[in-house]
């Protein structure tokens, strides 16, 4: 038992309990509004959505898992660095677009979006329970992130992360998105200095970057199958697209969208495209936490392991308890995001639209709380009855599934040409062919190889569904439109969709 680092861990970890309580009391507004309970009013500004949106992108599994691939498989890990910086420059031009029209409809989640755009509650329907299903194992990963440094403290059992996620569900519950919203300041203050103390006093030990890198790289060629930290060529297709497919998936997670609607102006949101790319350069040093651990000689079969094996190593035991609190509550704020999103989408694209149509504010925001918290316990009861390599395969192929919502919510947004039937057939093709891919596999790996003309190129699932999903949405919609198929477009907003909405 880590007994220094656990009562460090402690402490801070009831610092951030009280301050989710006390978030209920910060710009306080009636929480019996879904508006105000999920989106805390849409009044968050420039430094509030930062530290939001960083929290909830960057979260304890990105702390725990992308260093373990790094100290697994090599430079297969840094595509994380790539990702999230493409990511940016594109969605600063869709997502001030999404907000302005969100904001004049009053729209909650992006399935909200596409019911008002299309008039098509099926469409709706098929976006909600999309995000839904992707963001539920995400969920589930944060407690394996959260599982690693509670057992590297010498916590056996599975009564910590009970009682955190209870205690989780009890901020979330009274104080709504300003939870998490609150907290994430704390959290991203811990994180940045604990990576920037073991990016200084890690390689000082050992001699400088340069040894690091060199003992990290005879460590990885004796992994089966070998590492590198130079990617082989035949991998750099992979590499691209998995980047690629990351980036244009990561802002139409609802845990994401979320971050975005809370914000106060559109003004807000372009501000942060410019400004979150401050925790790719965070990421980039986080990635090489994986190098340090096999440099310093870490042995685990566990790669979740490494970075809290590498910690308690490394570092007095203050500090790795202090480290250990920055990656569990990175779990929490994410995690917390994650059920409110999944619970909007429940209750205001299925519980409304098909079951109580008439919904009060009050008993709106009630179920959407309820709601909540079974989404935690489900995640709970997923991560503690099944095997975590499980849940690493789910969380992969949700980004599969979610990127079929991006001709639904992004190419819908500069023009009315697509059919919404052609739009569901086609997100329902490329949802069945991911999932066929992912399956082809033995449900283990994302990569998918497709064979042309003597030549195989393998690829990220996703984006092979994507392109798929895009071919029969554009020769549908042609179809059915030469049929003059009744559309259901709402081209009475069209005013809403300009530059300044």
Known sequence: MQWTALSVFIAFFVLVTVVGFLAARWRRGSLDSIEEWGLAGRRFGTLVTWFLVGGDFYTAYTFIAVPALMYGAGALAFYAVPYTT????IFFLILPRLWSVCKKHGYVTAADYVAGRFGDRWLALAVAVTGIVAVMPYIALQLAGMQA????????????????????????????????????????????????????????????????????????ATHNPPGALILPNQSATLYATLALGSALAAYVYPHTLTGIFSADSRRTIKKNMALLPAYTFGLGLITLLGLMALAVGIHTSNTNQAVPLLFLKEFPGWFAGFAFAAIAIGALVPAAIMSIAASNLFTRNIYRAFFHKQSSEKHEANVAKVVSLLVKVGALVFILGFPQQYAISLQQVGGILILQTVPALVFTLYTGWFHRRALLIGWLVGILYGIYMWGSTGYKSTTYAIHWFGASVSAYAGIWALILNIVVTVVLTLVFRAAK????????IASDYGPNA
């Open 86 to 89: 493409v990511v940016y420059p």
């Open 149 to 220: 440094v509670i057992s590297a403290m010498g916590l056996q059992g599975e009564w910590p992360l009970i009682v955190a996620f209870v205690v989780l569900a009890l901020y979330t519950l009274t104080s709504g998105l300003r939870a998490p919203a609150l907290i994430a300041i704390v959290k991203d203050l811990m994180i940045y200095i604990t990576v920037i103390v073991a990016v200084v006093v890690i390689p000082i030990k050992l001699g400088g970057f340069h040894r690091m890198f060199a003992v990290a790289q005879t460590a990885l």
């Open 485 to 492: 198929v009744y559309n259901g477009v709402d081209q009475t």
